[in-house]
């Protein structure tokens, strides 16, 4: 089990990191309207909302690409965007990030795909979403452009530690993962084992091959299962994350939202537990928290069991950043970890009760401790009946 001092070695090596992250870049957009402003279209007669304010930021591979960043890693951006106002505002965000996007490809012909966001601002000063408008590219990347991003991936890889696919376009080829830059990231990663490889997809995490994945449990599920019509329950999920690792060879992370990850590798299917919390909520981005954790500690040289519990506890500290895209730095991470060390220490030598850490600590985990301090116990009582 990792400790402070094992948390400390590993995020110490994060900032000598360099992360290329390839795939789809999209801008968030988040209009904030106050309908105690709206007026009346002449021309229409309908409510015409009030803008007050307009918040941009880096969204689909920009939101893992955030999630680096903030954990100090050097990020490195590959995508196809559009020569455009929003393009221009997807720069302006990666590079204020601190990110290299020198390899980004712009063109006149391509829209740069934009989730925008109008938020309703309440007089109590919550917002909330309403229908969002998605500007995306309705055809397959053009040849010229796949050809581009294929030679820029030959010439980076080779100076860098790591590869974060990010494959968010639903539609197969319209975005920057192709069939073919698939297969050519595949043949890389063959190339270059010493290299972190992992990928992220929404509707083909099945087709990847020799690469690190991270489906969710419908993600996993219809990979090896597309006409499943049941639940995307966890006993499935965990059958379907064992068939994607006797595939692929490489390590599975399953994510399972509140119950945790489940890691499939040469060991077999492990279980690492979430880490809980209280209060509100916004799961939105909580899986590209999780892949930077993942990443960064696996970059590091964690056993894969690290990064995944690492990988919890980013996500634990984005998923409590309320209509933005959270992200957690280094600090809130061994905040976050010395705060469950000290809950689980004090568990295991009867400072709390069972129902206390569980509020804390979660079910999964809590059944887990007791679980290995009633072998520690029978341990004990053996040894001492022997004597």
Not at 228 to 242: I, M, P, S, Y
Request: glycine content about 8%.
């Amino acid at each position: 089990m990792m400790d402070e001092r094992r948390l400390d070695e590993l995020l110490n090596r994060f900032p000598h990191l360099h992360v290329l992250v390839v795939g789809d870049f999209f801008l968030d957009k988040y209009l904030i309207i106050d309908r105690q402003l709206s007026e009346v279209s002449l021309e229409t007669g309908l409510e015409a909302y009030q803008v007050v304010e307009a918040r941009c930021s880096p969204g689909a591979a920009g939101t893992v690409t955030s999630n680096l960043r903030a954990l100090g890693v050097k990020v490195t951006a590959l995508g196809v965007i559009g020569d455009d106002g929003q393009g221009y505002e997807l720069k302006r965000g990666l590079a204020g990030r601190g990110v290299d996007i020198e390899p980004l490809i712009q063109r006149t012909d391509l829209f740069t795909p934009t989730y925008t966001k109008p938020m309703v601002r309440e007089p109590d000063s919550r917002e909330h979403e309403i229908q969002r408008l998605d500007i995306k590219n309705r055809a397959p990347l053009p040849a010229d452009a796949e050809e581009q991003v294929i030679a820029r991936l030959r010439a980076l890889v080779p100076k860098l530690d790591a590869v974060v696919v990010a494959d968010q376009v639903q539609q197969r080829n319209h975005g920057v993962i192709t069939d073919r830059v698939r297969e050519e990231i595949g043949r890389l990663a063959l190339a270059y084992p010493d290299k972190i490889f992992a990928a992220d997809s929404r509707q083909r995490i099945g087709l990847f091959r020799h690469v690190i994945i991270k489906p969710n449990r419908r993600e996993a599920i219809l990979a090896v299962r597309p006409d499943w019509k049941g639940e995307f329950t966890l006993d499935v999920a965990r059958e379907c994350g064992a068939e994607l690792f006797r595939r692929n060879q490489k390590p599975v992370f399953l994510t399972a939202g509140s119950q945790g990850i489940l890691l499939f590798t040469e060991k077999g299917c492990q279980y690492i537990p979430a880490v809980p919390v209280e209060g509100e909520v916004d799961i939105v981005g909580a899986g590209d928290g999780v892949m930077a954790g993942v990443v960064s500690a696996l970059g590091s040289g964690a056993e894969p069991e690290e990064a995944a519990l690492l990988g919890n506890v980013v996500a634990s500290i984005t998923i409590q950043q309320i209509g933005a895209t959270g992200t957690a730095s280094p600090a809130q991470v061994r905040e976050r970890f010395a705060y469950l060390q000290r809950t689980t220490s004090a568990f295991v030598e009867g400072k709390l009760t069972t129902a206390e850490a569980v509020k804390i600590l979660g079910l999964e985990t809590v059944e887990e401790l007791e679980y290995q301090r009633d072998a520690i116990r029978k341990d004990i009582q053996w040894g001492l009946r022997s004597e």
